[in-house]
């Protein structure tokens, strides 16, 4: 039995890692494109789990519910008397904000928190309720109404009183 030497073997080792080595590269080369781009430049591939919001759980929306937003706005843009509001004919925005904080002193009971000249609101606080007090200018004149705190109109019985002792005070429509 024949025992290969030691150099023999180093040989046959080098020419073994040199052939792996020019050759390795192309055992695990792809053929696609996209492996080409740069990580950036790359298509995102997402899974098909993922690829839709779960909706599982999803509030589901009442028929109707947008209409009824909508037509509360569009009668405050048209200056219609509501119990949460009212209109001042022929008034320019400015002149009512300044007339509306006497008014607002003269209700009893009721806090000025604060005020926004050029968002033409009275942040009040009145049998407990906070609401805003905010006047928009209309086509018609100047529309004063309460608002709560997502912007809708406040029809919550003290807003409702207080929006009631101004259109006295002011001689709203």
Do not use: H
Request: aromatic residues 6%; proline residues 7%; neutral net charge.
């Amino acid at each position: 039995m024949r025992i290969a030497s030691p150099g023999r073997v180093a040989v046959i080792a080098s020419l073994a890692a040199a052939v792996a080595l020019t050759s390795g590269c192309g055992w695990f080369r792809k053929d696609n494109d996209a492996y080409k781009l740069s990580g950036e430049a790359r298509p995102l591939e997402i899974p098909p789990p993922l690829d839709r919001p779960n909706t599982e759980g999803a509030m589901a929306l009442p028929d109707g519910g947008a209409s009824v937003m909508a037509s509360s706005t569009n009668r405050a843009a048209q200056g219609v008397a509501t119990p949460s509001g009212f209109n001042i004919a022929g008034a320019q925005r400015d002149e009512v904000f300044a007339k509306l904080a006497d008014a607002l002193a003269g209700v009893q009971g009721l806090t000025i928190a604060s005020k926004a000249q050029l968002l033409g609101s009275y942040d009040v606080s009145y049998g407990g309720d906070n609401f805003l007090v905010r006047t928009a200018q209309t086509p018609n004149g100047v529309y004063v109404s309460a608002v709560d705190p997502r912007g809708m109109p406040d029809n919550r019985a003290n807003p409702v009183a207080v929006i009631g002792q101004l259109k006295t005070a002011l001689g709203g429509q």
